[in-house]
């Protein structure tokens, strides 16, 4: 059996007829082709499936506000989740302030 694009190899556990797929470590979205080929009588049978694997959703686990200036308003939430969340340039584009400069920092 294999894989092309951006899918991650199978279960160790994925012999013959069956295998295993999951998506408990994919992180961002994963998709492309298993390939897999039986033989037969001595003659090879083969076919493919498109696979699209969604990573598990996200659970906040924490939220906690700041005051880094002082001045008494909040100026910082930090948010910890379950797992690595990524970070996509539409994510940091919400995330700036109406005059353009950065509404948060992330550290990953």
Do not use: C
């Amino acid at each position: 059996m294999a894989t092309d694009s951006t899918l991650h190899k199978p279960g160790a556990d994925s012999i013959g007829w069956n295998f295993t797929y999951t998506n408990a470590n994919v992180i961002y979205q994963e998709n492309g082709r298993i390939h897999a080929v039986l033989i037969v009588n001595g003659k090879p049978v083969s076919d493919w499936i498109q696979v699209i694997i969604l990573p598990p959703s996200s659970v906040l686990l924490k939220a906690v506000t700041r005051d880094i200036n002082g001045n008494g308003l909040i100026d910082r939430i930090d948010l910890s989740f379950d797992k690595r969340v990524p970070l996509t340039s539409a994510i940091w584009a919400r995330s700036r302030s109406p005059t353009g400069s950065p509404g948060r920092t992330a550290t990953l």
